[in-house]
């Protein structure tokens, strides 16, 4: 079985900051980890995955993430923060043997404010 | 390119009445296409996978015949809410995959359904 925790529901941060969003992930297998972002009334665009390989994976807007095997981490994080960065994002795991089945487990997800 | 359309994006509707909402890729062919419910301030919660050219696989406590998902071709899929009711009022989120382990599903933007 898989699941995903984010630690913390709620980020606050000031425009600037560095913004660092937790997930840790659970799985018996080698997972394939995803950040999405939702903004208000849409539907989730992807920032970035890992599968295989580099373990730094970098994604759109500036946000990047590191997949660490050994504490079991997916933590997304960005040098400075932008107004219009405010929004929920979510982690999201699933198995690398899925074969068809591409279900994803998703995090409770961390709404992300950015402050002036 | 992997974009996903959803029609409508806002639906109002009367308790009793059906409500079809359309999910489409417009630009790759969705061997897999999932369907999604979204509480406001939660994360998403999976109702059904779909495949092109089958039933649809339906996560548990999702009623079957209240959420009638059609895949009846690679571009589109439908989810009917039938009689629907005040409580069914939600955020559906749509998402096609392609085939391969590897790759990510792709969202559409939501329908907002509230029911009268």
């Known amino acids: 079985a898989q699941s995903v925790t984010q630690l913390g529901s709620h980020v606050s941060v000031s425009e600037g900051a560095l913004v660092l969003l937790r997930c840790n992930y659970s799985s018996s297998v080698p997972p394939y980890l995803f950040w999405y972002v939702q903004y208000p009334n849409q539907g989730l665009q992807l920032l970035l995955k890992y599968t295989t390989g580099a373990t730094l994976v970098k994604g759109i807007n500036g946000f990047e993430a590191e997949f660490k095997k050994s504490e079991t981490s997916f933590h997304l994080t960005k040098p400075s923060a932008h107004m219009s960065d405010a929004a929920e994002y979510f982690c999201?795991?699933?198995?690398?043997?899925?074969?068809?089945?591409?279900?994803?487990?998703w995090g409770l997800g961390t709404s992300l404010a950015v402050n002036p | 390119g992997a974009v996903v359309s959803q029609h409508p994006s806002r639906v109002i509707c009367k308790s009793g009445t059906s409500v079809k909402i359309e999910c489409r890729s417009l630009d790759f062919q969705a061997t897999t296409m999932f369907w999604y419910r979204q509480f406001p301030k939660q994360s998403l919660m999976l109702m059904a996978t779909s495949n092109e050219g089958s039933k649809a696989t339906y996560e548990q406590g999702v009623e079957k015949d209240k959420f009638l998902i059609n895949h009846a071709s690679l571009t589109l899929s439908t989810l009917t809410v039938t009689s629907a009711h005040p409580e069914d009022s939600s955020f559906y989120i749509c998402?096609?995959?392609?085939?391969?382990?590897?790759?990510?599903?792709?969202f559409g933007p939501g329908t907002r359904l509230t029911v009268l």
């Open positions: 999201a795991v699933r198995s690398s043997n899925a074969g068809n089945n591409r279900k994803l487990i």
């Open positions: 998402s096609a995959s392609l085939a391969g382990a590897g790759n990510e599903q792709f």
